[in-house]
């Protein structure tokens, strides 16, 4: 079997279902999906050491969701483990588009395009990313980039 983190250097969390995801049928409630992709992000971003609370305070930014295009292909369900894989699939000046994918097991379950805006928090406009916050993404970017080669 391979392994998919290592093919194309994913980030990967993993999560449970519980009741408070679900809707009456026990069936994962469609938005609840993207609090599961964003705490994917989240981790992939504090793994790298870029912490959301310390780019508000230090910096004055913050990512905010530019653009999300959902792909729902089956229904998660209570009590499911999920799978939570988040790609960096370009890195701008002030943006990243990544792809995320929610997984059970190899069942795809739902398909995530989503581009982040680093936005200035006093005048909410886009801003060019931190120096620090963005080698570390490009560090990050670059071993993905050649692990593909």
Known sequence: MIDRAQQKHLH???LRVYYEDTDAGGIVYYANYLKFIERGRTELL???GVESSQMMTQHGVAFAVKRCTVDYRKPAVLDDELI???EVLRLGGASLDLQQTVRR???IMVLVDIKL???DLGRGKPRAMPGDVRAKLDEYFDKAQNREK
């Open 84 to 86: 939570i894989e988040t």
């Open 12 to 14: 990967r969390e993993t």
């Open 46 to 48: 504090r793994q790298l």
């Open 117 to 119: 805006a680093c936005l």
């Open 105 to 107: 097991g190899d069942d």
